[in-house]
Nanobody, 124 residues
Framework: QVQLVESGGGLVQAGGSLRLSCAASGRSFSAYAMGWFRQAPGKEREFVATINWSGDATYYSDSVKGRFTVSRDNVQNSVYLQMNSLNPEETGVYYC?????????????????WGKGTLVTVSS
């Protein structure tokens, strides 16, 4: 079992930056690939970024590539999402998730554990 708690959300102006954190507790954090997803009001949850168990492989959605960076610290049992050049369309709840597999995963169905999310609001 893995428990995940996100933090770092808030209100930011368009073009600004935020850094989200996800603290994990439970067993074998370093065995899981981790992912970030987001859900805008009235829309389905969508993939944002993922990182493999060791942190040496990452993958991003096309919409955030070049602006967002995912990283992890297996000693601190944490994963991070640095978000730059945010735009209002990226407003939503951002979720941290742990994959069922050690390699990275990009779908909701591949994730075994979810945090409760942190709200990011980007104002225009």
């Amino acid at each position: 079992q893995v428990q995940l708690v996100e933090s770092g959300g808030g209100l930011v102006q368009a073009g600004g930056s935020l850094r989200l954190s996800c603290a994990a507790s439970g067993r074998s954090f370093s065995a899981y690939a981790m992912g970030w997803f987001r859900q805008a009001p009235g829309k389905e949850r969508e993939f944002v970024a993922t990182i493999n168990w060791s942190g040496d492989a990452t993958y991003y959605s096309d919409s955030v590539k070049g602006r967002f960076t995912v990283s992890r610290d297996n000693v601190q049992n944490s994963v991070y999402l640095q978000m730059n050049s945010l735009n209002p369309e990226e407003t939503g709840v951002y979720y941290c998730a742990a994959s069922k597999f050690p390699t990275y995963a990009t779908t909701v169905g591949a994730m075994a554990y979810w945090g409760k999310g942190t709200l990011v609001t980007v104002s225009s």
